[in-house]
């Protein structure tokens, strides 16, 4: 199972971005796909996640700014980013969870600057 990220970049502030995840070698449908970052010196987080039923978790600072969407067919899920902060800026993981498994994309940088 592979997981390909797309769409970071260079941002500058109050500006958008749009993060695609395509997921490949399987059939199954994954359980719950997401979003996580790092921030350099940090931790990585969660950013957002959803699962199969439709229920999502987002970060409380990215709340209201953030929206997470999936295609359950086609194992995609996307992350459209919107006002944009300089915190913001950290290397976004794809995540995606099938039964006990987990599986991480190579992650894309995202950095918000003037």
């Known amino acids: 199972v592979q997981l390909v990220e797309s769409g970071g970049g260079l941002v500058q502030p109050g500006g958008s971005l749009r993060l695609s995840c395509v997921g490949s070698?399987?059939?199954?449908?994954?359980?719950?796909m997401g979003w996580y970052r790092q921030a350099p010196g940090k931790q990585r987080e969660l950013v957002a996640n959803?699962?199969?039923?439709?229920?999502?978790d987002y970060l409380d600072s990215v709340k209201g700014r953030f929206a997470i969407s999936r295609d359950n067919a086609k194992n995609m899920v996307w992350l459209q980013m919107n006002s944009l902060k300089p915190e913001d800026t950290a290397v976004y993981y794809c995540?995606?969870?099938?039964?006990?498994?987990?599986?991480w994309g190579q992650g894309t940088q995202v950095t918000v600057s003037s």
């Open positions: 995540y995606a969870k099938k039964l006990q498994d987990d599986y």
């Open positions: 070698g399987t059939i199954f449908r994954f359980n719950v």
């Open positions: 959803l699962n199969s039923e439709g229920n999502s």
